[in-house]
């Protein structure tokens, strides 16, 4: 490898270095939805609200999680 082809190379890598370091970004923790029901956990998929944010591109378990709270049978907890 020549002199030149060197200098090239290693000019360019560090202009490169900065974008692909960018690039790389650590994702957000999922966003939490607290869910006090007195039907049953966990919100079925087909539920209303789980339809939308589908729609919107959310994916359950990498952009929101469910904290489901039941009270079956104990309405006083209610």
């Known amino acids: 490898m020549k002199r030149r082809e060197f200098t ?3 000019g360019g890598l560090a202009i490169a270095w ?4 960018h690039a790389q970004q650590a ?3 999922p966003k939490r939805v607290g869910v006090l ?3 049953r956990c966990p ?4 539920s209303a609200f789980t339809r939308r944010l ?6 359950e378990g990498r ?7 039941s009270t079956v049978g104990q309405l006083e907890k209610f």
Not at 43 to 46: F, L
């Open 27 to 29: 994702l957000a923790p």
């Open 54 to 59: 589908v729609e919107l591109g959310w994916v």
């Open 37 to 39: 029901n007195q039907f």
């Open 63 to 69: 952009d929101f999680v469910f904290d489901c709270v």
């Open 8 to 10: 090239a190379l290693i």
């Open 43 to 46: 919100i079925p998929p087909a």
């Open 18 to 21: 900065p974008l692909a370091s």
